[in-house]
């Protein structure tokens, strides 16, 4: 079985930092593109940023210049650092991964999600 478990998160005032990390787990043969989404309250999940295997990175314009996504793949982690935090980044993340099993099926996997809560 191959899991995603999600830690970091919580409560920041505006202008300040949080971070968020994501670990899979279990009989992994490779991961591929690695993501972090959002979804706040009434609105649809949203991809905030991702990251190639080979380290290209994307991210929506909202956070740009400000969240920085990374992974470590001997730890098969990734990474979301989000500074200068805003009201506006209220919501719940979630990781994503596109993850090749040892047996050779292609899973696409979502971590928990983790609150991140940015008062004004």
């Known amino acids: 079985q191959v899991q995603m478990v999600e830690s970091g998160g919580g409560w920041v005032q505006a202008g300040g930092s949080l971070s968020l990390s994501c670990a899979a787990s279990?009989?992994?043969?490779?991961?591929?593109?690695m993501a972090w989404y959002r979804q706040a309250p009434g609105k649809q999940r949203e991809l905030v940023a991702r990251?190639?295997?080979?380290?290209?990175?994307a991210y929506v314009d909202s956070v740009k210049g400000r969240f920085t996504i990374s992974r470590d793949n001997a730890k098969n982690t990734v990474y979301l650092q989000m500074n200068s935090l805003k009201p506006e980044d209220t919501a719940v993340y979630y990781c994503?991964?596109?993850?090749?099993?040892?047996?050779?099926?292609?899973?696409?996997?979502w971590g928990q999600g983790s609150l991140v809560t940015v008062s004004s």
């Open positions: 279990g009989s992994i043969f490779s991961i591929d593109n």
């Open positions: 994503n991964a596109g993850v090749v099993a040892t047996s050779r099926s292609c899973l696409g996997l």
């Open positions: 990251i190639t295997s080979g380290g290209s990175t």
